[in-house]
Nanobody
């Protein structure tokens, strides 16, 4: 089992930046990623990274604005969010997988509890 704990969410204005973090209870050798869920909508993929960190993958809606990274020595993953938009408002969930590629919720074995990100216009 792997426990994932997110932190760093909050309320910001449009155009601002925010970084959310995910701390894992132990080292994971599979992919890790971020999903988000807005009220009344399904959970959607945001970004993911393989264990080596050499292959990031982003949803089209965040490409060029968000950057995913991980520090395997600290068992921690980050999502740097720049140029935030009101439509980025959602609960952001950390995800970990036993496989390297994460693209959809069915790829995920472990979830964090989520952290709220709210972007005001």
């Amino acid at each position: 089992q792997v426990q994932l704990v997110e932190s760093g969410g909050g309320l910001v204005q449009a155009g601002a930046s925010l970084r959310v973090s995910c701390a894992a209870s132990r080292r994971t050798f599979g992919g890790m990623g971020w999903f988000r869920q807005a009220p009344g909508k399904e959970r959607e993929f945001v970004a993911s990274l393989t264990w080596s960190g050499n292959t990031p993958y982003y949803a089209t809606s965040v490409k060029g604005r968000f950057t995913i990274s991980r520090d395997n020595a600290k068992n921690t993953m980050y999502l740097q969010m720049n140029s935030l938009k009101p439509e980025d408002t959602a609960v952001y969930y950390c995800a970990a997988s036993l496989r390297q590629a994460i693209r959809v919720t069915s790829d995920v074995q472990y979830w964090g509890q989520g952290t709220q990100v709210t972007v005001s216009s």
